[in-house]
């Protein structure tokens, strides 16, 4: 495995990486992930930054009551946990439909004929 | 922490020692069965890669859920409101970093260790040996923090007194982990955590409905009696907003903004949560145990908002100040007010069992990252005579690190180490992740990149925290009577965090390397999956 063994070269058996990184299939899977991945990161790290600091320094306004005890801050609070879950769920649909089709098209394409005990292997854990 | 203190009121020692040896017996039984099949080096550090995706979420949610998270978020919930309550959002929301840039690419990529990723691409000695340093680091804080909180917690729930009984039980904790991890190795020590998850899990969720119960399932009405019981008027209702415990000064609201960002990048920088994601077949399964984990760490948090306002109303604020083990016995009290002394012992079982999971991980980690970076990889150069040398390594190594945590939970029991978490947190989201992220991410990052990221993250963080009022100048530091604190801040995340990512920066471009093969190959790899370390089939 190149991973432990040093200074060794690509352990494809006989890919070559570089052509398979240019290749259309492989330039378009890594444009939908990063298209996904990098601006919902910027957005929920934005949203967390702009609650803690809503906590740090406008703690009146966090204390507003809406209902009952029930004030801003739990709401904003609570919708922390909601938008985590809702782009949890986002990410895995968008992965199951747009990323993996992909992945695993070039993945077999790479294997080769590797592909039938590599298939039954992870056909076990679905 | 005082060592002196007797334990809670009505508590039962004997039944909290019967109730948490029952559950040491289960598991250690489990441990023996799983280590039947652990022969090779895939098997005893990253269990075959054979659990499933949800097995794996709930064994994260057990090795997430410290004795901090659950004992201490609800004692500060109760105690100074909804601070406490910051933090948790802080821990959940983390995970969506782990989720969408880190764990799948991670799987894909690397064997059993945070260095196989990092040294993917790099000169392997020298960023395996960072990589390992850094994990060594953060493990020991970490591990550090949980050893000192078994002390108190001795104290709090067994009644042990004196600094002789307190010793023992600190010694047969680090004995029990060292077990679980020489035998069992990842998969024993899964099962632990999977089983520790579920009672955890289990025991908050019948606490949380209980106490609703007790408010007619008004949670209102619940904050109102927390209010009502901390002496209501503004005393009162300042549980119910921020501020309590960060608000007082401009640099405490700058110290809780630099605590946030590290809690929120921290996670996904943790050497033991990189490696549960190589316990799992591939990618999709690595995908799948980071939803069920924030599934189940999300409701948890969920729950602790509910105990520690109980807590609150039920215990009263005063009276967990002045238990032992001060906010840690919030959720005890709380069990031992609904349920008496055997919810109590129940709850103080799963506390111990917390301790026993999360210490158990730190140090199959740790031993691992010993054994396969540094043992395997720089000094023996990649040219081990067979994996088994390897993992009698790691398993000589795990002994070490057992005695070193024994010890080390021994001499720091009655200090303040509190601010060892979150300087864990620190350290992971400033040498580790901006590492990381260059390294999925970034095409041109070499090998001075990774090391000044890594070292520099490191060497930052652990001044800024030397110099901080967490160790000297405060009443509440670790070391009284001096003062070096010219850093204001007890969490040095804001300084440390941006220019780590800065000096990984700097040192790529100070540096001609570049070796785009390799990085195709990695990111070939690290996307489809294509040539990742397969499952082992028994």
Redesign the interface.
């Known amino acids: ?7 060794l ?4 058996p006989g890919s070559d ?2 052509e ?2 240019e290749s259309p299939d ?1 330039t378009q ?2 444009h939908r ?1 990063r298209t ?2 990098f601006p ?2 910027v957005l ?2 934005a949203w ?2 702009v ?3 809503l ?3 406008a ?2 306004f ?2 507003t009551k809406i ?5 801003v ?2 709401l904003i ?1 609570l919708l ?2 909601v938008t ?2 809702l ?2 769920w986002l ?2 649909r968008y ?1 199951n439909r747009r990323l ?1 089709p992909l ?2 098209k ?2 077999t394409e ?2 080769g004929e590797k592909v039938q005990t ?1 298939a039954t ?2 056909g ?3 | 922490m005082k060592t002196l203190a007797a334990g809670v009121e009505g508590s039962n020692p004997t039944l909290n020692i019967i109730i948490f040896a029952i559950f040491v017996a289960i598991t250690l039984v489990i441990v023996f069965w799983a280590s039947r099949n652990t022969k090779t080096a895939s098997d005893y550090y990253a269990a075959g890669r054979a659990f ?2 949800p097995q794996n979420g709930i064994a994260i949610s057990g090795d997430y859920l410290s004795a901090a998270s659950f004992l201490g978020i609800a004692g500060a919930i109760a105690v100074n409101g ?2 406490g ?2 933090y948790s ?2 821990f ?2 983390a ?3 782990a ?3 880190v764990a799948e690419l991670l799987r894909n ?3 059993f260790t945070m260095g ?1 990723v990092l ?2 691409r790099m000169k ?2 020298p960023v395996r040996a960072a990589a390992a340093v850094s994990t060594l680091i953060v493990s020991f804080f970490y591990l550090l923090a949980q050893m000192t909180g078994a002390g108190g917690l001795v104290n709090l729930l067994l009644g042990v007194q004196g600094n002789v009984g307190q010793d023992i039980v600190i010694a047969v904790v680090g004995v029990i982990m060292v077990l679980y991890v020489l035998i069992g190795g990842m998969k024993g020590t899964t099962w632990v955590q999977i089983i520790k998850a579920a009672l955890l899990i289990v025991g908050a969720l019948a606490m949380t409905l209980w106490v609703l119960s007790k408010y007619g399932f ?4 619940l ?2 009696h927390a ?1 009502d019981k901390a002496g209501g008027g503004a005393k009162g ?1 300042a549980l ?4 309590k415990q ?2 007082k000064t401009g640099t405490s ?1 700058l110290d ?2 630099s605590l ?2 590290a809690l ?1 990048l921290g996670t996904a920088g943790l050497p033991h949560v990189l490696m549960r994601f190589y316990t ?3 990618a ?2 690595a ?1 799948k145990s ?2 069920w984990a ?2 189940l760490i ?1 409701i948890f ?2 729950f602790t908002l509910v105990l520690g306002y109980g807590a609150g109303a039920l215990v009263g604020a005063d009276k967990i100040s002045k238990a032992p083990g001060t906010t840690n016995s919030a959720a005890p009290l709380l069990a031992l007010e609904l349920g008496g002394p055997v919810l109590l012992g129940f709850i103080a079982a799963v506390a111990f069992a917390t301790i026993l999971a999360v210490v158990a991980g730190l140090t199959i980690t740790a031993s691992a990252s010993f054994a ?1 970076d540094v043992y ?2 720089v000094i023996k ?2 040219k081990v005579d067979s994996a088994a040398s390897e993992v009698r390594v790691a398993r000589i190594t795990a002994l070490v690190i057992g005695a070193i945590a024994i010890a080390g939970g021994i001499l720091a029991k009655s200090q303040n180490v509190a601010f060892l978490v979150a300087l864990a947190f620190a350290v992971a989201a400033s040498a580790n992740l901006p590492t990381l992220l260059y390294s999925l991410f970034w095409k041109r990052f070499n090998t001075r990149g990774a090391l000044f990221s890594i070292y520099g993250g490191l060497v930052i963080t652990i001044v800024l925290i030397v110099f901080s009022p967490a160790v000297s100048g405060e009443s509440t530091s670790m070391i009284k009577g001096a003062n070096f604190d010219w850093f204001p801040l007890s969490n040095p995340g804001l300084v440390s965090i941006p220019l780590s990512f800065f000096l990984g920066w700097l040192g790529t471009v100070l540096s001609k390397e570049r070796n ?3 990085y ?2 990695m ?2 790899r690290a ?5 990742a ?3 082992v ?1 028994h």
């Open positions: 495995m190149s991973t432990t063994d040093q200074g070269e690509g352990s494809g990486w570089k398979v990184q492989f899977l890594r992930l996904f991945v919902m990161t929920f790290l967390y930054l609650y803690v600091l906590a740090d320094y703690p009146k966090m204390a209902a009952g005890n029930f004030n801050g739990l609070g922390q946990f985590t879950f782009i949890t990410y895995v992965a993996d992945s695993e070039i993945r790479l294997e590599t292997a992870e076990d854990a679905e | 499933t995706g909804y601070d309550f910051l959002i802080g959940l929301v995970w969506l970093v989720l969408l840039l990529t690397g064997k196989d040294a993917f392997q000695r008004n949670f209102s009405s904050l109102q209010v209702e119910l907003g921020p501020g960060y608000g609201k809780f903004l946030g960002i929120v799992v077949p591939n999709k399964e995908r980071v939803v924030i599934v999300g948090y969920l396969h395997a990889n150069k990649g785009e093969e390799k195709a190959e990111e070939v996307l489809t999956g294509a040539h370390e397969k499952a089939v």
